[in-house]
C-alpha cells in the first residue's frame, strides 16, 4: 500500500509524512492539542445547536402566547384595527388631493375623516366612499366640516352614490372575523396601490 503523501501539521503547518492516512500532526504533542481543540470545537457546535433549538422553542411560545392573547383581544380591538389599515389606505389612495372639507393642501396632519361618523352610521365606517382625506382641523376641531364635505363628495362621488350614503341605515355589527378580514383586505391594497404607484413613477 503507498505511503500517505505528505501534509501540512494542522498545529504548527510544518510539513510532515504521516504514518496513517487519517493523521494530521506532526508529533504525539500536536496530536493531543488538535484533539482537544476539535473537542472544544464541537462542544462549541453543540452548545449553539442547544442554544439555536432553546430560541426556536422560546419563540414557539412566544407564539402561542401572543395567540392566545390576540384569542382574548375584544371585538372593539379589532374594529379598531380593520379602520386604521382602512384609514391607512384612505390616506394613500387620496394623498394628492386636497381636504375634502376646506380644500387645503397643507395639514399639520391628515386624517381618513367619514361623513357619516361611525357613531352615526358604523355600518358605513368601512366604506371606502364615507371616509375621504381630511385635514385635521375640520375632522377634529370642526366636527368633520360637513356641509362643505357634501358638497365636494358629490362632486367626487356623484349625488347618487351621496344619497345611498345619506339614506343607508341599515345597521350592522361588525364581527371579529369580519373585522380580521378587512384589516388584511386594505393592507393588500394599501401596499398594490403604493406598488402600482411606485411602478408608474
Wanted: proline share 3%.
Amino acid at each position: 500500500m503507498a505511503k500517505p503523501a505528505r501534509r501540512k501539521c494542522k498545529i504548527c503547518k510544518e510539513w510532515f509524512h504521516p504514518a496513517f492516512s487519517n493523521q494530521w500532526w506532526c508529533c504525539p504533542e500536536h496530536g493531543t492539542q488538535l484533539a482537544l481543540e476539535r473537542r472544544i470545537k464541537e462542544r462549541e457546535k453543540a452548545e449553539k445547536a442547544a442554544e439555536k433549538k432553546r430560541r426556536r422553542e422560546e419563540q414557539k411560545q412566544k407564539d402561542k402566547l401572543k395567540i392566545r392573547k390576540l384569542a382574548l383581544k375584544p371585538r372593539s380591538y379589532w374594529i379598531k384595527q380593520a379602520q386604521q389599515a382602512v384609514n391607512a389606505f384612505i390616506r394613500e389612495r387620496d394623498r394628492d388631493l386636497p381636504c375634502v372639507s376646506c380644500g387645503t393642501l397643507t395639514s399639520a396632519q391628515w386624517d381618513a375623516g367619514h361623513y357619516r361618523t361611525t357613531a352615526a352610521a358604523p355600518q358605513l365606517r368601512f366604506d371606502e366612499r364615507n371616509i375621504h382625506k381630511q385635514c385635521v382641523v375640520c375632522n377634529q376641531h370642526k366636527s368633520g366640516n360637513l356641509v362643505p364635505y357634501r358638497v365636494e363628495l358629490i362632486n367626487r362621488i356623484g349625488q347618487e352614490a351621496v344619497d345611498e350614503i345619506e339614506s343607508n341605515h341599515n345597521r350592522h355589527r361588525w364581527t371579529v372575523e369580519e373585522c380580521k378580514a378587512i384589516k388584511a383586505e386594505y393592507q393588500q391594497k394599501l401596499k398594490d396601490l403604493r406598488n402600482s404607484r411606485s411602478e408608474a413613477a
